[in-house]
């Protein structure tokens, strides 16, 4: 069964340091999205990424973020200058549809980052 | 503004039956989803109601009351790997989820 791939499943970093997590989304997905969840609190949405180009971003993902798809698989968050409060949970998904059908999410096992 | 109201944790039997509820608030709607969440794992999908009424998958049912701004979750024959969060998700009429913050269901043997 296709899945989302997400990798490091754990990155440890100083506080400053630029982070970069990868996702490998579902091959004929078009939708893809970067979710966050802080240790025993709620799944935060980070941003949508269609067609080559943000869709929608919260107001969490500030300057500080930025998301890219380098080639035709890989979709990257990109944390720079990380700081304690950003230690979370970091999921990736993608949806073969934003919406119609059932816009239904597939998610990575999630990249824990931990911020020193 | 937009917002999901579930209770923050349940408690429950195994072989029994529990209902968890969920109200939402959102900028126009085009369905809601369930997902469950294991500790320390990604949220794996449940179910979509975009109708009113019930939707059966098995021992889990979902159902959705659009003029109430309500739908609940149901789930038969408790097992212990049931335990879990239970994520109650609105789409707004942008396509974009409103996450819930999770119902925690302990299942007691």
């Known amino acids: 069964e296709p899945e989302v791939t997400q990798t490091p499943s754990h990155q440890v970093t100083q506080m400053g340091q630029e982070v970069i997590l990868r996702c490998v989304p579902i091959?004929?997905?078009?939708?893809f999205y970067w979710y966050r969840q802080i240790l025993g609190q709620k799944v935060e949405f980070l941003v949508s990424f269609y067609n080559n180009e943000i869709s929608e971003k919260s107001e969490i993902f500030d300057d500080q973020f930025s998301v890219e798809r380098p080639d035709g698989s890989n979709f990257t968050l990109k944390i720079r200058s990380t700081k304690l409060e950003d230690s979370a949970m970091y999921f990736c998904?993608?949806?073969?549809?934003?919406?119609?059908?059932?816009?239904?999410?597939?998610f990575g096992e999630g990249s824990r980052l931990t911020v020193l | 503004g937009q917002n999901i109201d579930q209770p923050t944790e349940m408690t429950a039997t195994e072989g029994a039956i529990v209902q968890i509820n969920c109200t939402y608030q959102t900028s126009g709607f085009n369905g809601l989803f369930w997902y469950q969440q294991h500790a320390g794992e990604a949220p794996t999908f449940l179910s979509y109601?975009?109708l009113d009424g019930l939707e059966e998958k098995g021992r889990f049912s979902s159902f959705l009351s659009r003029s109430k701004g309500y739908s609940y979750l149901l789930l038969k024959e408790l097992q212990m790997k049931d335990s879990a969060s239970y994520l109650c998700d609105a789409m707004d009429s942008n396509y974009q989820l409103i996450w819930g913050a999770g119902t925690k269901l302990i299942i007691k043997p």
């Open positions: 091959s004929n997905h078009l939708y």
């Open positions: 109601n975009v």
């Open positions: 998904a993608s949806s073969e549809t934003s919406g119609g059908n059932t816009g239904e999410l597939f």
